[in-house]
């Protein structure tokens, strides 16, 4: 059941990588699997076995969501952008609440920590602003291989770091129209080249994400949440009439209830009643194995 569900995160985390204004990263932290993540890419040989159990999953979803499930995410932006835009605010304004509560409790609150979240906060409203006014251009020279791979390279900071559309990355580089039209086509020439950018960027990515979080993990989390507030500004729909205003708020609404679904899941199978049961279960087996001695 949770290598179905990790598929299922992949396919959005998937589907992030190249929906305009969605996150990637935003999407690991409301999936809570964003420090995971970073420990199981990065000591994937300490562990090989429960990493690639962990790991696959994710990334088998992640192919999906790149090459089919895109175009349902598309055609839900495009044909109702207001009931889907107001969904992942919902999931992102019911994550928030969680996420204080995870670095509060392995760090005491410190006041000066929320600089960090404003800081992060301004920067993902600078991307948001620069994301609605810069249009989608062409590389004016000659798109090689060196070029494809540094964009790979660039590219990952907007997977790797929560809040930062890879999306916006691609546009500035003017290679988004290439990138969209590679996947669509299957065009290797592009992607190869670019996959090999993004893996080696995510790499170096991790590793200093995953230092801050060793070292300044308050300030990094803080930060993290900060660009995570800053994804919801690109996500507000514009324009609304009252009866769009009202179904927005019920969308909210319904993402926020969403959200809370992982944290209810792993609530049941932590409670009490499920133990009992799992306890029964075992006297059974062992009072069964028992009987089956008796009688030899």
Excluded: W
């Excluded at 996150?23 to 040989?45: A, M, R, T």
């Excluded at 499930?69 to 999931?91: D, K, R, V």
């Excluded at 790797?160 to 003017?174: D, H, K, N, Q």
């Excluded at 900060?226 to 205003?245: C, H, K, N, R, Y």
């Amino acid at each position: 059941m949770n290598g179905f569900f990790n598929i299922l995160k992949g396919v959005f985390i998937g589907a992030g990588a190249i929906v305009p204004g969605v996150s990637s990263g935003v999407l690991c932290v409301i999936f809570g699997i964003y420090e995971k993540l970073l420990d199981s890419v990065l000591n994937f040989f300490k562990d090989i076995k429960n990493n690639i159990k962990f790991l696959f999953p994710i990334a088998l979803g992640g192919v999906i969501g790149v090459l089919a499930f895109s175009n349902i995410m598309n055609y839900a932006l495009y044909e109702f952008p207001i009931q889907t835009n107001s969904i992942f605010i919902g999931l992102i304004i019911g994550t928030i609440p969680s996420l204080v509560k995870e670095v509060n409790e392995k760090e005491q609150f410190e006041l000066r920590n929320v600089i960090y979240l404003l800081i992060a906060l301004g920067i993902g409203i600078i991307t948001v602003i620069l994301e609605n006014t810069i249009s989608i251009g062409t590389y004016s020279g000659e798109i090689n291989n060196l070029y494809l791979i540094i964009c790979g390279m660039i590219m990952s900071i907007g997977i790797i770091v929560p809040g930062v559309s890879s999306t916006i990355i691609l546009m500035l580089l003017g290679v988004y129209s290439v990138y969209l039209q590679s996947i669509a086509n299957i065009n290797l020439p592009v992607l190869i080249p670019m996959g090999m950018g993004l893996v080696l960027g995510s790499i170096i990515v991790m590793k200093i994400t995953k230092k801050l979080l060793e070292k300044y993990y308050a300030q990094t989390f803080y930060s993290i949440i900060g660009f995570t507030i800053g994804s919801i500004f690109v996500l507000v729909p514009q324009g609304m009439t009252a009866l769009e205003i009202i179904l927005s708020g019920l969308c909210i609404i319904l993402g926020i209830y969403i959200s809370h679904i992982p944290d209810a899941i792993r609530n049941i199978k932590n409670s009490k009643v499920l133990k009992s049961v799992r306890t029964i279960e075992k006297l059974k087996v062992h009072s069964k194995a028992q009987d089956s001695i008796d009688k030899q």
